[in-house]
């Protein structure tokens, strides 16, 4: 053997092992999630899952296509029509199921009685007239005793989100922030809030350590980003983790997602997850057409988005991009039961479709879908 040949066979020899070390403890801890809050509602209202054609548990499912996270939302009172049905006894169940599969659990706090995002955050109907003091204590106290719940179950959360989509403020109007709202006095009331959530978190996990998100919309806004934490770290909230939710119709394509996950890695130096995100296998009434639009609406197409989601996030830089989330991928058509066609990872029959095997192959490199025809 020549002496250049000895050499490149010994630094394959010396790199390889490492290589091949250093991607599986990535591909350990990266988290491949799937909010499912509606699963228990769904079956209830018939909903059927199957792989391979077969009937199979949809936790089961899920984590056989390589899911290792489970999300959960919380309402505070929710009024159980459709799908706004997950108060504390019912989300419980769902996390005593995610822990039986042996899956991380994602708790997220709505701090409503209904939908929290960009559009709305409406206080619980019990809380609407409380003094700002005394909903800051309700804000800690109501979280402690939830997460007390879940400890006392032994399904306490890895992971909190402290509000839902947070980008304009929660718990409007005391901590709205943006647009008319947009002055020092709202965002210190804001940010109050969310270190009252923080506090209620720490108190119900005792020794115990769950780390904090807090989550916003606009996945492909940098400037959105730098907005939002410069406030945020300027008042000193203590968080663990970011989460964004980028759906392309919304929040822009592929490239303006990487730019703000280089952004949040390299000058915020957070971790950061993309914690909701979906894309039409079928044409439907939900995905107007878009310039953002870079993929098919076929389960090739929602195979290739979300493949290529988990791939930029696996490049943020400095091991910063933790994981990527699905939402709502339970979604099978039913009467009154807030099931999307042609959304979820499911078709209309309740088979999984090859998208729900994009995140574990864009982890480990590979590419195992057919192409459409």
């Excluded at 002496?3 to 070390?21: E, S």
């Excluded at 909190?160 to 109007?173: H, K, Y």
């Excluded at 290739?304 to 933790?322: C, E, I, S």
């Excluded at 939402?327 to 039961?337: M, Q, T």
């Amino acid at each position: 053997m020549k002496p250049k040949q000895a050499y490149l066979l010994l630094l394959i020899m010396v790199v390889c092992p490492l290589c091949c070390t250093t991607k599986s403890a990535r591909a350990e801890e990266f988290l491949i999630g799937a909010d499912i809050s509606a699963a228990a509602t769904l079956e209830k209202g018939g909903a059927v899952y199957r792989e391979n054609n077969e009937p199979n548990d949809l936790f089961a499912i899920l984590k056989n296509n390589g899911f290792n996270t489970i999300r959960l939302r919380i309402f505070v009172n929710p009024n159980k029509e459709n799908i706004v049905t997950n108060d504390l006894p019912y989300t419980l169940d769902l996390a005593k199921r995610t822990k039986a599969h042996n899956m991380k659990l994602l708790l997220n706090f709505h701090y409503s009685d209904t939908w929290a995002d960009p559009q709305k955050q409406f206080k619980p109907a019990a809380w609407a007239n409380m003094p700002f003091d005394e909903l800051k204590q309700t804000v800690q106290s109501y979280t402690a005793s939830v997460i007390e719940a879940f400890k006392k179950e032994n399904v306490l959360p890895e992971m909190v989100q402290i509000g839902n989509e947070i980008t304009p403020g929660m718990l409007w109007p005391d901590g709205r922030v943006g647009g008319d709202y947009e002055n020092d006095t709202q965002w210190d009331k804001f940010t109050s809030l969310l270190k009252a959530g923080i506090a209620g978190v720490r108190q119900g996990a005792g020794d115990s350590k769950v780390l904090i998100m807090l989550h916003i919309d606009q996945g492909g806004k940098k400037g959105v980003s730098k907005w939002f934490f410069d406030n945020i770290n300027k008042r000193q909230v203590p968080y663990d983790i970011i989460g964004v939710s980028f759906y392309p119709w919304w929040h822009g394509k592929i490239e303006d997602l990487n730019d703000n996950l280089n952004y949040i890695a390299t000058e915020l130096k957070k971790d950061v997850v993309v914690v909701e995100t979906g894309y039409p296998y079928a044409s439907n009434d939900r995905m107007k057409p878009s310039e953002n639009q870079q993929f098919p609406l076929t389960p090739q197409g929602q195979y290739d988005l979300l493949y290529t989601v988990t791939k930029t996030v696996l490049a943020a830089p400095g091991n910063h991009g933790r994981g990527v989330f699905y939402w709502f991928p339970e979604s099978v058509p039913l009467p009154g039961r807030g099931g999307r066609g042609g959304m979820g990872l499911f078709d209309p029959n309740g088979n999984v479709l090859p998208g729900a095997k994009a995140f574990s192959d864009a982890v480990a490199g590979r590419k195992s879908v057919k192409r459409d025809k």
